[in-house]
């Protein structure tokens, strides 16, 4: 009796339906996770890219400033009000940009 449940094998269609489950769950994190990241990941590398002498950005510690120079190492040299100081940070550093009013 027992060899009888072994021996017994699934029909070819029903691997196919247990399969279908995982193939969704895929599907879902692909469209929810995956998808939005890319388009987060391509509009900040557009954003970075544009930067500018004049725009007002943000970077990732927090600090608000004006683009003064863009070095060719992409470095941005920002001044920080309220005491004009210039510091010099990384363009990847750069979180967001604030005003886009960039001189021509």
Do not use: C, H, W
Not at 43 to 52: I, P, R, S, Y
């Amino acid at each position: 009796m027992l060899l009888n449940l072994f021996l017994q094998t699934a029909p070819s269609g029903s691997s196919l339906v247990g399969l279908l489950p995982i193939l969704l769950i895929f599907g879902v994190f692909y469209f929810l996770l995956f998808l939005p990241m890319q388009r987060q990941k391509k509009n900040t590398q557009k954003m970075l890219a544009g930067l500018q002498n004049g725009n007002t950005v943000s970077t990732s510690g927090g600090i608000i400033g004006t683009i003064v120079a863009i070095d060719e190492d992409d470095t941005l040299v920002l001044r920080v009000k309220p005491d004009n100081i210039k510091i010099q940070v990384t363009r990847a550093s750069v979180s967001s940009l604030i005003s886009g009013e960039g001189k021509k």
